[in-house]
Protein backbone atom coordinates (compact mmCIF):
# COMPACT_ATOMS: atom_id res chain seq x y z
CA UNK A 1 0.00 0.00 0.00
CA UNK A 2 1.17 3.29 -1.30
CA UNK A 3 1.97 5.33 2.53
CA UNK A 4 3.22 8.62 2.91
CA UNK A 5 4.16 9.88 6.58
CA UNK A 6 5.22 13.58 7.50
CA UNK A 7 7.24 14.10 11.43
CA UNK A 8 9.38 16.76 11.94
CA UNK A 9 7.22 19.64 12.64
CA UNK A 10 6.78 21.83 15.73
CA UNK A 11 6.56 25.33 17.35
CA UNK A 12 9.46 27.39 16.88
CA UNK A 13 10.32 30.91 17.23
CA UNK A 14 10.64 33.06 14.54
CA UNK A 15 13.76 32.92 13.13
CA UNK A 16 14.24 29.22 14.13
CA UNK A 17 14.61 26.08 12.06
CA UNK A 18 12.98 22.50 10.99
CA UNK A 19 13.53 20.03 9.09
CA UNK A 20 10.82 18.47 8.29
CA UNK A 21 10.99 14.03 6.58
CA UNK A 22 8.68 12.28 4.47
CA UNK A 23 9.12 8.94 4.65
CA UNK A 24 7.75 7.02 1.42
CA UNK A 25 6.72 3.49 0.84
CA UNK A 26 4.39 1.06 -1.69
CA UNK A 27 5.93 2.21 -4.37
CA UNK A 28 9.50 2.87 -6.65
CA UNK A 29 10.90 5.86 -4.95
CA UNK A 30 13.12 6.99 -7.43
CA UNK A 31 10.79 7.05 -10.59
CA UNK A 32 8.85 10.02 -8.76
CA UNK A 33 8.87 13.67 -7.91
CA UNK A 34 7.90 14.56 -4.57
CA UNK A 35 6.51 17.93 -3.79
CA UNK A 36 5.98 19.64 -0.29
CA UNK A 37 2.99 21.67 0.24
CA UNK A 38 1.62 23.82 3.20
CA UNK A 39 -1.90 24.87 3.91
CA UNK A 40 -3.00 27.69 6.30
CA UNK A 41 -6.10 28.09 8.22
CA UNK A 42 -8.64 30.06 5.55
CA UNK A 43 -6.01 29.53 2.92
CA UNK A 44 -5.71 27.25 -0.32
CA UNK A 45 -2.75 24.67 -0.25
CA UNK A 46 0.12 26.05 -1.46
CA UNK A 47 2.97 24.10 -3.60
CA UNK A 48 6.18 25.48 -1.87
CA UNK A 49 8.72 23.05 -3.16
CA UNK A 50 9.39 19.74 -5.46
CA UNK A 51 12.39 17.29 -5.96
CA UNK A 52 12.61 15.18 -8.98
CA UNK A 53 13.13 11.19 -9.11
CA UNK A 54 16.95 11.77 -9.07
CA UNK A 55 17.21 14.45 -6.76
CA UNK A 56 19.05 16.39 -9.41
CA UNK A 57 16.10 18.83 -10.27
CA UNK A 58 14.29 21.31 -8.03
CA UNK A 59 11.70 23.71 -7.85
CA UNK A 60 10.93 26.20 -4.54
CA UNK A 61 8.38 29.01 -4.43
CA UNK A 62 9.24 32.56 -4.18
CA UNK A 63 7.96 33.10 -0.73
CA UNK A 64 10.46 30.20 1.19
CA UNK A 65 13.06 30.79 -1.93
CA UNK A 66 16.65 31.59 0.02
CA UNK A 67 15.41 29.60 3.25
CA UNK A 68 13.81 26.40 2.00
CA UNK A 69 15.58 23.50 0.80
CA UNK A 70 14.96 20.33 -0.58
CA UNK A 71 16.59 17.01 -0.59
CA UNK A 72 15.58 13.43 -1.39
CA UNK A 73 18.20 10.20 0.25
CA UNK A 74 16.67 7.11 -2.29
CA UNK A 75 18.19 5.09 -0.08
CA UNK A 76 15.57 5.58 2.74
CA UNK A 77 12.70 6.73 0.58
CA UNK A 78 12.72 9.92 2.24
CA UNK A 79 12.60 13.52 1.34
CA UNK A 80 13.84 16.22 3.73
CA UNK A 81 12.23 20.25 3.72
CA UNK A 82 15.20 22.15 5.60
CA UNK A 83 13.16 25.14 6.81
CA UNK A 84 15.86 27.56 8.09
CA UNK A 85 14.75 31.83 9.14
CA UNK A 86 11.19 30.62 9.87
CA UNK A 87 8.50 33.52 10.00
CA UNK A 88 5.21 33.67 11.85
CA UNK A 89 3.61 33.64 7.96
CA UNK A 90 4.86 30.23 7.50
CA UNK A 91 2.75 28.63 10.28
CA UNK A 92 0.71 25.84 8.46
CA UNK A 93 0.21 22.08 8.11
CA UNK A 94 2.99 20.72 5.98
CA UNK A 95 2.19 17.85 3.52
CA UNK A 96 4.39 15.71 0.86
CA UNK A 97 2.79 14.60 -2.44
CA UNK A 98 4.15 12.43 -4.43
CA UNK A 99 3.94 13.78 -8.58
CA UNK A 100 2.47 11.50 -11.34
CA UNK A 101 6.13 11.28 -12.87
CA UNK A 102 9.63 11.68 -12.66
CA UNK A 103 9.88 15.39 -13.03
CA UNK A 104 9.00 18.79 -11.13
CA UNK A 105 6.61 21.28 -13.11
CA UNK A 106 7.46 24.47 -12.57
CA UNK A 107 3.94 25.41 -10.89
CA UNK A 108 3.53 22.61 -8.31
CA UNK A 109 0.12 22.37 -9.25
CA UNK A 110 -2.17 20.62 -6.44
CA UNK A 111 -3.91 18.12 -9.16
CA UNK A 112 -0.84 17.28 -10.59
CA UNK A 113 -0.06 14.97 -7.55
CA UNK A 114 -1.93 11.77 -6.82
CA UNK A 115 -1.11 10.81 -2.96
CA UNK A 116 -0.76 12.65 0.07
CA UNK A 117 0.52 11.98 3.48
CA UNK A 118 -1.25 13.49 6.40
CA UNK A 119 0.53 16.42 7.23
CA UNK A 120 3.01 17.76 10.06
CA UNK A 121 2.07 20.90 11.95
CA UNK A 122 4.44 24.04 12.01
CA UNK A 123 4.00 26.73 14.10
CA UNK A 124 6.26 29.83 14.59
CA UNK A 125 5.50 32.14 17.39
CA UNK A 126 7.23 33.77 20.17
Known amino acids: QLQLVESGGGLVQPGGSLRLSCAASGFTFSYYAIGWFRQAPGKEREGISC????????TVADPVKGRFTISRDNAKNTVYLQMNSLKPEDTATYHC???????????????????WGQGTQVTVSS
Open 97 to 115: AKRNSYFCSRNRQVNEYDY
Open 51 to 58: IDGSGGRT
